[in-house]
């Protein structure tokens, strides 16, 4: 079973400033990485797939590297609307399993 | 348009069973697998498992294995999602998504609205 962690678990930023969250896989997932936000009480929305690449019609201030064990989601400049909490999932299995979340505070 | 609607909300007593639904429209039904996703009041989500409408295929995360059913009915296009005996630790919003096996392919990611539910003991 594959375990995803992310860190930091929460964070707080200004409009405008850069933000890195990072995700780790106990296991490579190659590039089978995808990359969530979630407001309250609304179904998540996928925002990069396959590690890097930008689902259509996310603004590109987000961005996502990594491969194997290790990712990242970069919002390269905050805005007031981007305040949610962020998951991270690989699907190199059926498991499908999320990281635990980072709740993104502007 | 691409749409997957999910049964309302319920309130249960514990040891009580239960089926919610999510029916899918605007595709081919039987050409995607349906996924449900957990999520407990104030916590993250959890991948509960999979199914493949037009073979019954199911694929169910350890931790879920066990204690619910996944099905799915191709003749109306909807998925299910059941307990045989609730607990109040089955209380959630559990959301159904629209999945192509093991890819995620550009605009194809859908989800249901959610189903709220409440057991209590």
């Known amino acids: 079973d594959i375990q995803m962690t992310q860190f930091p678990s929460a964070l707080s930023a200004a409009v405008g400033d850069r933000v890195t969250i990072a995700c780790r896989a106990s296991?490579?997932?190659?590039?089978?990485l995808a990359w969530y936000q979630q407001k309250p009480g609304k179904a998540p929305k996928l925002l990069i797939y396959?590690?890097?690449s930008l689902e259509p019609g996310v603004p590109s201030t987000f961005s996502g590297s990594g491969s194997g064990t290790d990712f990242t989601l970069t919002i390269s400049s905050l805005q007031p609307e981007d305040s949610a909490t962020y998951y991270c999932?690989?699907?190199?299995?059926?498991?499908?399993?999320f990281g635990p979340g980072t709740k993104v505070e502007i | 348009e691409v749409q997957l609607v999910q049964s309302g909300a319920v309130v249960k007593q514990s040891g009580e069973s239960l089926k919610i639904s999510c029916q899918g429209s605007?595709?081919?039904?039987?050409?995607?697998?349906i996924g449900w996703v957990r999520q407990r009041p104030g916590k993250g989500l959890e991948w509960m498992g999979l199914?493949?409408?037009?073979?019954?295929?199911?694929r169910y995360s350890p931790s879920f294995e066990g204690h619910v059913v996944i099905s799915a009915d191709t003749s109306i296009s909807t998925a299910y999602l059941q307990w045989d005996s609730l607990q109040a630790s089955d209380t959630a919003t559990y959301f159904c998504?629209?999945?192509?096996?093991?890819?995620?392919?550009?605009?194809?990611?859908?989800w249901g609205q959610g189903t709220q539910v409440t057991v209590s003991s």
């Open positions: 998504a629209r999945v192509d096996g093991l890819r995620i392919q550009p605009g194809g990611d859908f």
């Open positions: 396959k590690a890097s």
């Open positions: 999932q690989q699907y190199n299995d059926y498991s499908r399993t």
């Open positions: 296991q490579s997932v190659s590039s089978w």
């Open positions: 199914v493949h409408p037009p073979y019954s295929d199911t």
């Open positions: 605007g595709y081919m039904f039987s050409s995607y697998w």
